[in-house]
Nanobody
């Protein structure tokens, strides 16, 4: 089992920045992938960004490319999502996801991640 602990989030005016953090503990591996997804009311979770431990390769949704930046800390088994130039349409519950052995084609597929955080609210006011 892997446990994920998220932090950050909150209320920010449009154009502002926020940083989300997610730390993993438990039965982690050296080949993990960590990602962020978000969910709007009444809609399914959508992919935001992901990062692989090996090589640090990053992946982004088109909607956040150039505004959001994902990073990792291998020693802490943690990932961070720096969100800049936030828009009201970024308002959602953000979830951290983790998988020990995710194939490349599953990076953007929420159902393929084995572990999830509890979710954290991000609200961007207009």
């Amino acid at each position: 089992q892997v446990q994920l602990t998220e932090s950050g989030g909150g209320l920010v005016p449009a154009g502002g920045s926020l940083r989300l953090s997610c730390a993993a503990s438990g039965q982690t591996s050296n080949s993990y992938t960590m990602g962020w997804f978000r969910q709007f009311p009444g809609r399914q979770r959508e992919f935001v960004a992901a990062i692989r431990r090996r090589g640090g390769h990053t992946y982004y949704a088109d909607s956040v490319q150039g505004r959001f930046f994902i990073s990792r800390d291998n020693a802490k088994i943690a990932t961070y999502l720096q969100m800049n130039s936030l828009k009201p349409e970024d308002t959602a519950v953000y979830y951290c996801a983790y998988d020990n052995a995710l194939i490349l084609s599953s990076i953007r597929v929420g159902e393929d991640y084995d572990y999830w955080g509890q979710g954290i609210q991000v609200t961007v006011s207009s």
